[in-house]
Nanobody, 115 residues
Framework: QVRVVESGGGLVQAGGSLRLSCAASGSIFSINPMGWYRQAPGKQRELVAGFTTGDSTNYADSVKGRFTISRDNAKKAMYLQMNSLKPEDTAVYYC?????????WGQGTQVTVSS
């Protein structure tokens, strides 16, 4: 069984920081981390930060300059450093990766930013 698990979410005050982690495990040799997504109640899931070809990254305009995506291929892990958090960042955050042509999603981790 292949599993992708997010962690690090929680409640934080506006202006604070959180670091989300995403770890993959199971019967896979490797997994290519793709990015972080989030979904707020009543809204469509959106890409927050992702990897493109090579080491390139891209960010949603709403988080640019505040969030940083990174990865550790040896650990099959991906991270999202979130700084200067705003109430509008409140959402369930998901990570995904691709292995053997399949996309894997985690269950999500809740991030709540209080005013």
């Amino acid at each position: 069984q292949v599993r992708v698990v997010e962690s690090g979410g929680g409640l934080v005050q506006a202006g604070g920081s959180l670091r989300l982690s995403c770890a993959a495990s199971g019967s896979i040799f490797s997994i290519n981390p793709m990015g972080w997504y989030r979904q707020a109640p009543g809204k469509q899931r959106e890409l927050v930060a992702g990897f493109t070809t090579g080491d390139s990254t891209n960010y949603a305009d709403s988080v640019k300059g505040r969030f940083t995506i990174s990865r550790d291929n040896a650990k099959k892990a991906m991270y999202l450093q979130m700084n200067s958090l705003k109430p509008e960042d409140t959402a369930v955050y998901y990570c995904n990766g691709i292995s053997m042509g399949r996309t894997y999603w985690g269950q999500g981790t809740q991030v709540t930013v209080s005013s």
